[in-house]
């Protein structure tokens, strides 16, 4: 099993920034994928960025590419996601997910660990 515990969110003014990070434990070794989901009231929940665990590879959303970066620290088994010019609509719950089985991937089907999620409010 692995574990992920998300931390970082909060309130912010439009255009400030953010750093959520995610602490992994367990059986970590197993793990292959990363990635950062959202999801709003009412909403489903959406892809935001994923990394490669081994080679670093990244992708973002199209709503989020520029703005924010994803980073990862092997040593501490910790994942970051630095969110700049933050704006209304990037107000969310923010998860982190692990995946056992998959490089990368943009869907939720494509984890198996989720963390509890943080809340991310952006105020206008």
């Known amino acids: 099993q692995v574990q992920l515990v998300e931390s970082g969110g909060g309130l912010v003014q439009t255009g400030g920034s953010l750093r959520l990070s995610c602490a992994a434990s367990?059986?970590?070794?197993?793990?292959?994928?990363r990635g950062w989901f959202r999801q709003a009231p009412g909403k489903e929940r959406e892809f935001v960025a994923t990394?490669?665990?081994?080679?670093?590879?990244?992708a973002y959303a199209d709503s989020v590419k520029g703005r924010f970066t994803i980073s990862k620290d092997n040593a501490k088994n910790t994942m970051d996601l630095q969110m700049n010019s933050l704006k209304p609509e990037d107000s969310a719950n923010y998860y982190c997910?692990?995946?056992?089985?998959?490089?990368?991937?943009?869907?939720?089907?494509?984890?198996?660990?989720w963390g509890q999620g943080t809340q991310v409010t952006i105020s206008s």
């Open positions: 367990g059986r970590t070794f197993s793990t292959y994928a």
């Open positions: 997910a692990a995946s056992s089985f998959a490089r990368y991937s943009k869907s939720p089907d494509g984890y198996d660990y």
């Open positions: 990394i490669n665990w081994s080679t670093g590879y990244s």
